[in-house]
């Protein structure tokens, strides 16, 4: 009787152990999430990735990172050895808008739902992607459109103005040149003479300003920047052609970095647009809420300001990037 008693119990212990194995195995697998970036283009993107990353390893999230150092094709590289590596999630950033829905439906085949960060794609498919988190980057060429439109109260004649537009194609580049016209519609004597792409670069930023300014010299009174890294190499051409930057032509950026608030406080730049590159934390609340089988908003939307040179002393201890 004893002898089956303790064979019953050992039944039981190791029925039991069988039981509780997976369970515990399933309490510790991590989410594994595959994050496809754009690039280190800007001050920017540097502070994306470092959001991203930080909040994944605080998260306990694996995180499978890839750079794609501005191409698309490596980006699509990336996204195919995601599906390979049978992650639980994919984000990107899409460097341009087309060409992604071959890859994209591959994902789809693959069951791996897609979040897309800082940038959308043009695709007809919305069901390739569960949401699209970021800024609105239309709202935020309105508000450089809107803050020149009450400074061109105070300025006589003409405004000519020159544009540096981020990468051709990029989600960016499209809606802040669509934002601004749209608003600047509004006043005549606003006009873009001259609109040329400097990659979101601050090298490309000095190299186009520089052609600008042979181009038109001192016809030129405004300088709207689709980014602070394309401005501050700008303010440099502007320099080095013997003008000063806010006093003789007046510098319009976005993105709200560090790198543009001391521009400002050395009285070169005149106003910032503000894109938050902090998305680590809304994207990893996002990947959290997908596993755990709830249902994500089509879009999300950062909350963002406008900062012009008044203010920027006193804004410029709070910035975090």
Not at 125 to 134: H, N, Q
């Amino acid at each position: 009787m004893k002898n089956s008693r303790r064979s019953l119990l050992a039944t039981l212990v190791a029925a039991s152990f069988v039981v509780m194995a997976p369970m515990s195995a399933f309490a510790e697998k991590k989410i594994v999430l595959g994050f496809s970036q754009i690039g280190a283009e800007s001050e920017w993107r540097t502070a994306n990735t470092n959001s991203i990353k930080e909040t994944a390893a605080k998260e306990g999230i694996d995180l499978k990172f890839s750079d794609a150092q501005q191409k698309q094709e490596n980006q699509i590289k990336a996204l195919r050895s995601f599906i390979a590596q049978k992650v639980d999630v994919i984000a990107f950033a899409p460097v341009v808008e087309s060409g992604w829905d071959t890859v994209l439906k591959e994902i789809k085949a693959a069951k791996i739902p897609v979040i897309l960060t800082d940038r959308s794609v043009d695709s007809k498919d919305t069901s390739l992607y569960v949401t699209f988190m970021g800024s609105d980057f239309t709202e935020e060429g309105r508000k450089a459109g809107r803050w020149l439109v009450e400074k061109a109260k105070t300025m006589k004649g003409d405004i000519n103005v020159v544009e540096l537009q981020g990468t051709v194609g990029s989600g960016p580049a499209i809606d802040r040149k669509k934002g601004f016209e749209e608003i600047i519609k509004a006043e005549p004597r606003i006009k873009i003479i001259r609109s040329q792409t400097g990659d979101f670069t601050r090298a490309k930023g000095k190299e186009v300003m520089e052609a600008f300014l042979k181009a038109e010299g001192k016809k030129i009174n405004v300088l709207y920047a689709h980014n602070d890294d394309m401005a501050i190499g700008a303010i440099q051409a502007i320099e080095e052609a013997g003008l000063k930057p806010s006093k003789d032509i007046t510098i319009i950026s976005v993105d709200a970095v560090k790198g543009a608030f001391e521009a400002m406080m050395a009285g070169k730049l005149d106003v910032t647009v503000e894109c938050s590159p902090l998305l680590g934390p809304q994207l990893m609340s996002a990947v959290k809420d997908l596993m755990a089988g709830k249902t994500l908003p089509r879009r999300i939307v950062t909350v963002e300001g406008i900062f012009p040179m008044e203010v920027a002393a006193k804004e410029f201890p709070n910035r975090k990037y």
